[in-house]
Structures are given as structure tokens and as C-alpha cells.
């Protein structure tokens, strides 16, 4: 069996590719755009499928980089009330928003599948990408959000609530 | 109201309330809501990916983003507070005034007050109590009111999202925010000059005239981003969208190249840390998309539209209600959730009552800036309270004059239109 230290720094590994990826998407979007705009209006030659391309990174930028690279500070969060209560009440807290989490997007995960492998049929307009691939970011998403706040459940169960921020770091 | 939408509502306020991240709280509300009302729970994952698959403009966000770190990064930041101390560093209350001239041109570029407060803000502040010439509660103060003229002033993240909910002109809304942006800058050097002068602050010594060309010349092509973006879209160059992406290409040259300030490393850091908020506030526009799809389902904004109506109120009472209602959600809840989710509840009525919308939108943006400094949950101060230390106490007991004399100026908006609407109709608004 690997040790927890082992596991961790895969996942740290992980992490950093994930985030390679992501700098990736966002530096070809981009540069995309830049191409678009030149060969509209410096070559007077507009290129079709520049646009749907962006388009295509910005979902994958949003889901890709919400499941891997954002850290719980980065969220936008109303966290007056959270700050306010003793520690102990905020593992509580943080153990319903985990939980609530993980239900919710699990109770939604089969029909969500559903609706990204009906795309298969259909096509990209221009770039002719089949859809389901495009949008199956957001499955990758779901399970991505769902195995973080699982292994949250389990640590605020065993250590509490962190000390400052609303949530721990990632595990 | 039907009972799905009512627990729909109440999951979305226990959750958000105990500190679930809002794009999740509004993500698991809206699932609460498909269950109860019975409808496919796919229907959530279906408005977040067509919603933003589809949507042009939002494009412009994570651009602006990119356009803002950039900007932030590098030394960029040094030249130009150097420019604004030889030029308005001589008069009284000197550092103050630098403070918000900073912020004004800032303001063009980085259009995130929370960016400028704490980049900008941080160095400012330092500079101010150096000598102990200024209180740090009173740098604190005036950094937090002049931060929140950043995205009142083109480019505003705050008005692309604004211009996505309501339908307006982007180009438009930015024009209307130029004028606001001064007036606001304005105030804040008036009541920062009435303060220097009752206390008797002691004046700097002054930059030689003589090197103020030399610092022009060094800030100059920082200063000219602001027109170039203002000139792609309304010479019909280009769109907005497209003036985000130039708006990013012109600041990456100008880091890289003209300031040489720019690593390939730290470019790297710039894009990791872009990604990270384009993807954060991405989650929340996907989330505003579900909340309004399931809102206009139950027919909410049209509803409230009739209510008001019938009651009769005139435009100016509805304006100066709604107003005292975004100044005190302002307080407890951050700008783009208020774009996203409350403010749509208000477009209906505003049409109905003839209220234009590019006015509306550049009103509200404003107002929501004003909410970041209200206490006593102003966000701007809790940044600035967390990168200078200074305590909360402090910057909130000198934070009153500032905010009233912003709140001055927001009720001169409302009352005089054309503050707002002029620019615009120079060039070609037929509002």
C-alpha cells in the first residue's frame, strides 16, 4: 500500500499538469482571438472557425479550471455569518455544504450523462467537433467536484473545521 | 409563488448563508428546484453549457482578465504612480490626490477594484504613511473609496456582465461609465482636499516641473491603452469582444517589451492566476444563467413589473428605491452576484416605466461599487484590511466622508441623467 505522503504528492503532481493544461487552453484562446482579429482586419480575410474555437476553450476553461486550479479562496462567497460562529458550528456548516454538494451533483449526475452522450449525434457548425466531446468537460467537472468534497467530508469529520478560511485547502 | 421556486429560494439562501461558494449554492438550488417541480435535472448542466457556449460577449471576461494581471504585474504600476506624483503630488493633501488620480487611470485598464485596491492600493498606502503624514485608517480610507472608480471607468468587467442580463450596448454602457468615473474621482480629491486642509497635513515637496515631461514619456503608452480600447469599439474598428483581446495583446507587448518587465515565468503565474478567476467567475455566470432561466419560468420580473406599476410610483422614486436596496445588498453581497441575479428582477419594471436601460445599468454598477466600501461588510475594506494589516476599526472610522460624498454623487446621477447619458449620445445613442 502507498502511503498518504505517496498519494499526495501524485496528487500535487497531478495538480500542476491539470493546471499546465488550463494555462494551455487560456493562452490558446487567446491566441485565437489575436488571429481572428488579425486576418479580419489586417488581411481583410475572416477566418470562420476562430470564433467556435473560443467558444469551445471558454467552456472548457470554466468547468476544467473549477474542477482542478480553483482553490476555495478564489470562490466568490458569502462568509460573514461562517465567521461569525464558533468552530465548531463551522464544521458543521462545512459538513452540510460538502454533503450538499456531493448529493446534489450525484442525484444529477445520470440525467446530466444523459444529455451530454445524446450529443453524439450532433455536430459542431463549423469546426464539425461531435458536441457530446465539447460538453463532456462538464462531466469531468461534476466527478472532479464530487471526489474533492467527498474526501472533505471524511477529513472535517476527522479534524474539524479549518482554522481561517470558510473550507480547507484541496485535499 | 409555487412551492418549488419558494425551496428553491430557501436552499439557496441556507447555503450560501452557512458558506457554500455561491456558484454552487445557486447550482444545488436550482436542482432542488427541477426535483420538486418534477422537470429533467439535466436542465441545469443544459443552461450553464449552452448558456456560455453560446454567449459572444462573455468572451470579453477571462480577456479582460488577462488584460488586468498583465497590467498589474511587472513595473507598469511604478511609472505611472511616478507620473501621477509629479503631476498632482504639489497640492494639498497631496498623496491623497496621487491616490486617486492612480486610481482613475488605473482604472482604465484594469477595471477590478479589488485588483486596484490590493496592487495599486498596497503600494500607495505604503508610500502615504512612510512619514506618518497620513493615519494608515485614512490611506486605508481614500485607497478603498478611489478603488471603486476602477470599473466605473472602461473596461468593466461589472458592465459586460450587466450588457449579457439586460441586452444593452456594451460600447454604449462603457461610454455612460466615462463621465461617473470622473465625477466620482472628483469628489474624492474635493473632500480629500477639505480633510488635508482642516488637519493641516503638511504639503510634499515637489517634483521639479521640469521632469514631468520625462515621466510622461515613460507612462505614455500605459496612459494611451484606454484609448485604443475606447477608439476599437466605438470607430466601429472593432468589437467589443475584439477590443478585450487587443486590450490583453497591447498590455502583453508593452509588459514584454516597450517596459521589459515580463518573464516567461511570471507570464506563466499571470495566466495560472486568470485562469483561476475566469474559471471562478465563470461558475457564477453559468450559475446566474440557471437562476434566470428558472426566475423568467415563474414569470418574477413581470410580476413585480405589474405590482410597481400599478402602485403607480414614479421613475425617479422607483430609481432612489431601488438604489437604497442595491447600497444594502452591496453590503452583504459581492457586485456580480448582484448584476447577475438581482438586477434582471428589476429590467421589466424599468422598461415598463420608460427608465433607459444604458442609464439604469451604469447607475447600479455604480451603486454596487459604492456597496464594496459600505460598512460593515465592505469587501474593498476586508482586502485592504488583509494585505496592510490595518484594522478594520481604523479604515471604517475614516471611510465616512468618502463614502458620502460618493453617495452625493451617485443621487447627482440619478437626478441628472445626462451625466450619464451625453457621451453616449455623442456618438450616436439614440436613448
Known sequence: MWSTRRWLSVFRWLGARAENMAVAMLAAMFLTFVLQIVSRYVLN?????????????????????????????????????????????????????????????????????????????K?????????????SVYAIFAVAVIARYAVRIATLIRNGAPEDSPEADSP | ??????????????????????????????????????????????????????????????????????????????????????????????????????????????????????????????????????????????????????????????????????????????LGGVLPGFVM????????????????????????????PQHTITAFPALLMPAILLYGIYGGVTTPTEAAAVAAAYALILAALFYRALSFRSLY?????????????????????????????????????????????????FMIGVNILLLLLGCVLDATTIILVIIPLFLPTCRQLGIDLIYFGVIAVVNCMVGLITPPYGILLFVINAVTRISLREIIAEVWPFLGVLILAVLMMIFVPDFILWLPRVFGYSG
Open chain 2, 185 to 212: 474621482g472628483v469628489v474624492l480629491m474635493a473632500m480629500n482636499y477639505y480633510l488635508a486642509a482642516r488637519r493641516g497635513t503638511a504639503l510634499e515637496s515637489p517634483v521639479p516641473l521640469r521632469h514631468l
Open chain 2, 269 to 317: 503565474q499571470i495566466l495560472a492566476g486568470s485562469v483561476r478567476s475566469s474559471a471562478a467567475v465563470g461558475l457564477v455566470i453559468g450559475g446566474a444563467l440557471i437562476l434566470n432561466y428558472i426566475v423568467a419560468s415563474e414569470n418574477i420580473p413581470t410580476k413585480m413589473a405589474g405590482a410597481l406599476v400599478g402602485l403607480e410610483v414614479t421613475p425617479i422614486a
Open chain 1, 45 to 121: 480575410h475572416p477566418i470562420g472557425w476562430t470564433l467556435e474555437l473560443c467558444l469551445t476553450l471558454w467552456v472548457w476553461i470554466v468547468f476544467w479550471g473549477s474542477a482542478f486550479c480553483v482553490r476555495d479562496h478564489d470562490h466568490v462567497t458569502f462568509d460573514v455569518l461562517y465567521l461569525s460562529v464558533g468552530r465548531r458550528t463551522r464544521q458543521v456548516f462545512a459538513i452540510v455544504t460538502a454533503v450538499a454538494i456531493v448529493v446534489g451533483l450525484l442525484a444529477s449526475f445520470p440525467a446530466t450523462w444523459d444529455y451530454i452522450t445524446f450529443y453524439k449525434i
Open chain 2, 1 to 174: 409563488m409555487s412551492l418549488e421556486f419558494t425551496l428553491c429560494l430557501l436552499a439557496l439562501f441556507v447555503l450560501a448563508g452557512i458558506g457554500t461558494p455561491v456558484a454552487y449554492s445557486i447550482l444545488l438550488a436550482s436542482l432542488v428546484y427541477l426535483a420538486v417541480a418534477g422537470q429533467d435535472l439535466a436542465l441545469t448542466a443544459e443552461q450553464i453549457l449552452q448558456g456560455l457556449y453560446e454567449s459572444f460577449i462573455l468572451l470579453a471576461v477571462p480577456l479582460f482578465i488577462v488584460a488586468a494581471n498583465i497590467m498589474n504585474a511587472g513595473t507598469i504600476s511604478e511609472r505611472l504612480l511616478n507620473f501621477c506624483v509629479a503631476a498632482v503630488g504639489r497640492f494639498r493633501g497631496g498623496l491623497g490626490h496621487v491616490n486617486v488620480v492612480a486610481s482613475l487611470i488605473f482604472s482604465g485598464m484594469s477595471g477590478s477594484a479589488v485588483a486596484d485596491a490590493a496592487g495599486i492600493g498596497k503600494i500607495m498606502i505604503g508610500m502615504m504613511t512612510k512619514d506618518g503624514r497620513y493615519s494608515p485608517g485614512y490611506a486605508a480610507a481614500i485607497t478603498a473609496a478611489s478603488a471603486t472608480i476602477g470599473p466605473v471607468i472602461p473596461p468593466s468587467i461589472p458592465m459586460v456582465l450587466y450588457a449579457l442580463v439586460s441586452d444593452t450596448s456594451i460600447g454604449y454602457l462603457f
Open chain 1, 123 to 135: 455536430k459542431s457548425a463549423t469546426l464539425k467537433i461531435r458536441l457530446d466531446y465539447v460538453f
